[in-house]
């Protein structure tokens, strides 16, 4: 079956995760990526929290499937001529390297337009252009910090904290992935290529954007009805931690089920969503609830939210989680199990689904890894083990001409 991105080559200058998400996911679909790395050492994840000794990191192998690897020294002036080559040929560069790494490489955004004014040239970098912290090399925590998450996630007698998803790397890598099928789609109709760039602030702040809408009804008012601070607690003036409370307006927490004190994972999600408030009465035996003006509006209920909350738990005292939801959902009420990486990663709708993957791997044997959480008509995105450093390197470099004679000159002056 061919894949939409087919025919479209990717120079894959990218490392650690925000951008190899962003190449790996163009790869899954079709893109024809190639992972520059260093030559000997390659991209630093291929090392990083090994399990397996000489053997690639999961780290690396989960984030560039679907990849060539052309190992390729960029510093020497051979590894340049080389480089040259490939940015005449190709569609997009993606590079997430620290600010000005690029530049200092010969190859500034000048630069790459006049070797290919075609071509896409997208980067990651932990604050935009012109931000009075531009200068600063991130990693996820310190995007989690900057763009609004950390002040505004765990709870409020506790520090800042950090998500466990990857807000910062392979959410700006999903940003940038967007970037460059738009100007793929402009350059259709210009001819043109551009500079496309996603600051990891930026986007970690995209999906924070209800936390600066509660700022804003926090000035103008002085209370956030939905938060566990309201009525009984106080309100600064910055927006709190809300503990496990909804993002939205539907008050939820995460409710104890059978066997918690034991599982730290014996939990469900509760919401209680509006509407869904006779159902959830009916659900819980307390059909006196749903006509009591003290529970029936959601402005009556939430000065005892965590009084309703409690008597969910005591219901939920005899029913493991998987249970609960079996029976909540039949009375359409929003929840779910608190799931471990373990339930997951054995979970058979998830693997039908392709959404997890067991992938063969030359040095590894199998692994597992995330596929693609897009699903389409007419495609399933096959996903392919990661690839040995350097790989691919005779492969890609007889694609541009090079002979066997010009390949083993480039080995000796360790430019490849
Ligand atoms: N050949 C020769 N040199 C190469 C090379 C190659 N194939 N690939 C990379 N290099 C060089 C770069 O040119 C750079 O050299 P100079 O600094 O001497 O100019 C050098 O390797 C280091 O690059 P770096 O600054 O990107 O690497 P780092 O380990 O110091 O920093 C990181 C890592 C992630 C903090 C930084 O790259 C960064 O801030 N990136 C932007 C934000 C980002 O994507 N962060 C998310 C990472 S995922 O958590």
Redesign the pocket.
């Known amino acids: 079956m061919s894949k939409p991105l087919e025919g479209i080559k990717i120079i894959d200058?990218?490392?650690?995760?925000?951008?190899?998400a962003c190449t790996q996911l163009l790869a899954w679909f079709g893109a024809d990526v190639i992972k520059?790395?260093?030559?000997g050492s390659g991209d630093?994840t291929r090392n990083q929290l090994r399990d397996i000794p000489d053997a690639d990191a999961l780290y690396f192998t989960m984030l560039n499937s679907n990849k060539k690897s052309l190992?390729?020294?960029?510093?020497?002036p051979e590894?340049k001529e080389v480089l040259e080559k490939l940015i005449r040929e190709s569609d997009v560069l993606v590079e997430?390297?620290?600010?000005?790494?690029?530049d200092?490489?010969g190859f500034s955004w000048e630069r790459l337009n006049e070797l290919n004014p075609k071509m896409i040239v997208a980067?990651?970098?932990?604050f935009s252009d012109g931000h009075h912290y531009d200068d600063?090399?991130?990693?996820?925590n310190?995007?989690q910090c900057a763009g609004g998450a950390a002040s505004t996630t765990g709870f409020w007698d506790g520090p800042p904290t950090i998500s466990a998803a990857?807000l910062?790397?392979s959410n700006?890598g999903m940003h940038l992935a967007i970037g460059i099928l738009t100007a793929l789609l402009g350059r259709d109709k210009t001819g043109k290529g551009q500079k496309v760039a996603v600051?990891?602030q930026d986007s970690v702040l995209n999906l924070c954007r209800v936390k600066l809408r509660d700022q804003q009804r926090l000035e103008r008012v002085g209370y956030l009805e939905e938060y566990p601070q309201y009525p009984h607690g106080e309100f600064s003036d910055v927006v709190p931690r809300g503990g496990n409370a909804g993002g939205g307006g539907q008050p939820g927490w995460v409710l104890k089920c059978k066997g918690w004190e034991t599982d730290p994972n014996a939990y469900i999600y509760f919401t209680i969503q509006g509407h869904a408030w006779e159902p959830i009465c009916k659900a819980l035996g307390k059909p006196e609830w749903i006509d009591d003006p003290a529970y029936k509006t959601a402005e009556a209920r939430q000065p005892h939210i965590f009084e309703i909350f409690k008597t969910i738990e005591a219901w939920l005292a005899d029913k493991t989680k998987f249970e609960a939801v079996d029976i909540l959902r039949k009375f359409d009420i929003p929840c779910a199990p608190v799931l471990t990486m373990k339930e997951l990663a054995n979970d058979p709708s998830l693997r039908a689904s392709g959404t997890i993957v067991e992938v063969p791997h030359k040095k590894r044997g199998s692994y597992l890894t995330v596929g693609s959480p897009i699903k389409f008509s007419d495609m399933k995105p096959e996903v392919t083990a990661s690839p040995l450093l350097g790989e691919h390197t005779d492969e890609v470099l007889a694609s541009l001409g090079y002979s066997q004679q010009d390949i083993f000159n480039l080995r000796e002056v360790k430019a490849v």
């Open positions: 200058f990218t490392h650690v995760q925000a951008g190899p520059v790395e260093r030559p630093v190992t390729l020294d960029t510093k020497k590894g997430n390297f620290g600010p000005g790494a690029l200092r490489m980067s990651v970098k932990g600063l090399k991130v990693y996820e310190v995007a990857a910062g790397d700006t600051s990891m």
